[in-house]
T-cell receptor
Framework: DGGITQSPKYLFRKEGQNVTLSCEQN?????MYWYRQDPGQGLRLIYY???????QKGDIAEGYSVSREKKESFPLTVTSAQKNPTAFYLC????????????FGSGTRLTVV | KQEVTQIPAALSVPEGENLVLNCSFT??????LQWFRQDPGKGLTSLLL?????REQTSGRLNASLDKSSGRSTLYIAASQPGDSATYLC???????????????FGTGTLLAVQP
């Protein structure tokens, strides 16, 4: 079955460390997205990519970086510059065109220790 | 700026009751609206997708309506069950944000508890 796979499910980061969250999809979707979810704040867009080798900042991009070298993959790096990284991170994808909905992965919970 | 609001923030009902969740948005320039379900610690599961040209969509016990001109959508759940307990999120695909793929804007959700 097609879907989006996020790994790991749980991730612990020490102060000053960079960590990378994986997102892979086999839906042949064109666009991919990273959202951050905090209690009481809803989902906020970090970065998105509409095509390979291109990506755009979302609403809260500071302290994060991404790459899109393959259509299927959109990894997110949480850098040491992100001062409050503890959150639930969700990856999503969709096809180009206004008729399509979004598909989400199962999420990665990142905790600073 | 598009803003999405969901009311109520939390809802508790006895099993078997029919219920309605509300979603409102400030800008009617949308391509579609999507309802999701989220269980604790899990990702989002898509329930229903309504295109801007449609008035409603149905899937099993779920029925979603869309009134684009008034900026409102409702999710109707018939004969609720304890397994329906989850957070329900609505999101609009905003057509003013540089193309159809750019922006999915979420409400903050309604936490539903169905008591057995």
């Amino acid at each position: 079955d097609g879907g989006i796979t996020q790994s790991p499910k749980y991730l612990f980061r020490k102060e000053g460390q960079n960590v990378t969250l994986s997102c892979e999809q086999n839906l042949n979707h064109d666009a991919m997205y990273w959202y951050r979810q905090d209690p009481g704040q809803g989902l906020r867009l970090i970065y998105y990519s509409q095509i390979v080798n291109d990506f755009q900042k979302g609403d809260i991009a500071e302290g994060y970086s991404v790459s899109r070298e393959k259509k299927e993959s959109f990894p997110l790096t949480v850098t040491s510059a992100q001062k409050n990284p503890t959150a639930f991170y969700l990856c999503a994808s969709t096809k180009h065109g206004s008729n399509y909905g979004y598909t989400f992965g199962s999420g990665t919970r990142l905790t600073v220790v | 700026k598009q803003e999405v609001t969901q009311i109520p923030a939390a809802l508790s009902v006895p099993e078997g009751e029919n219920l309605v969740l509300n979603c409102s948005f400030t800008d009617s320039a949308i391509y579609n609206l999507q309802w999701f379900r989220q269980d604790p610690g899990k990702g989002l599961t898509s329930l229903l997708l309504i295109q801007s040209s449609q008035r409603e969509q149905t899937s099993g016990r779920l029925n979603a309506s869309l009134d684009k001109s008034s900026g409102r959508s409702t999710l109707y759940i018939a004969a609720s069950q304890p397994g329906d307990s989850a957070t329900y999120l609505c999101a609009v695909r905003h057509s003013r944000a540089g193309g159809a793929t750019n922006k999915l804007i979420f409400g903050t959700g309604t936490l539903l508890a169905v008591q057995p």
